[in-house]
């Protein structure tokens, strides 16, 4: 009978493009732009949401805080990839992996929800647009936004909780650039970035 090796993977490796040395300074270029695009974009828009006053409705509202986790989603993820293609040492540790898919995770659940806000939101101006600002009022709205973090966070502990009990056979070598366990993939399907 074999005995299985329970011990704790505590560090990644981050492989990412490293067969491509060739192409790094321009992939590096390019995904510094993206990055800053979707940044100033998101940044922008939440700004002006809050600055012009006409733009305090439960549509604008709700569409701020969706370039808000947009822009967390982004940063969850790419400053570490971007620092990846110039380091040497790609490790990551296993409390850094879990901090960024808590994050990513907060972010992409809090995304969904905000959708479903908004998509109620647009069902409530369409289909009953002479009651909707008894049916839609900022609490509502505020309430709804609140209901959308909450669900976020607890959706990213209980994914976060999971990834205490790796199993046994952890690869250490991580072709991605962002770090989440086999375990995690296999059972909730997240699909690789860029690999």
Do not use: W
């Amino acid at each position: 009978m074999t005995e299985n090796n329970y011990s704790l993977t505590t560090e990644f490796i981050l492989v990412g493009f490293s067969d491509h040395q060739d192409l790094k300074t321009l992939l590096f270029l390019v995904f510094s732009a993206i990055y800053l695009v979707t940044m100033v974009g998101n940044l922008g828009l939440l700004v002006l949401i809050y600055m012009e006053r006409r733009l305090h409705t439960p549509m604008y509202i709700f569409l701020g805080n969706l370039a808000l986790m947009d822009s967390c989603c982004s940063s969850a993820i790419t400053p570490k990839m971007l620092q990846n293609f110039f380091t040497v040492d790609r490790k990551m540790s296993l409390y850094e992996c879990m901090a960024q898919f808590y994050f990513l995770c907060f972010a992409e659940t809090a995304d969904c929800f905000l959708l479903a806000a908004m998509a109620y939101d647009r069902y409530v101006a369409i289909c009953n647009p002479l009651q909707y600002h008894t049916m839609m009022s900022k609490k509502l709205c505020l309430q709804m936004t609140t209901g959308a973090y909450i669900g976020g966070s607890l959706h990213s502990m209980i994914h976060i909780g999971f990834l205490f009990r790796p199993p046994s056979h952890a690869q250490q070598k991580v072709k991605r650039f962002h770090s989440s366990s086999r375990y995690t993939n296999t059972i909730y399907h997240i699909i690789p970035i860029l690999s």
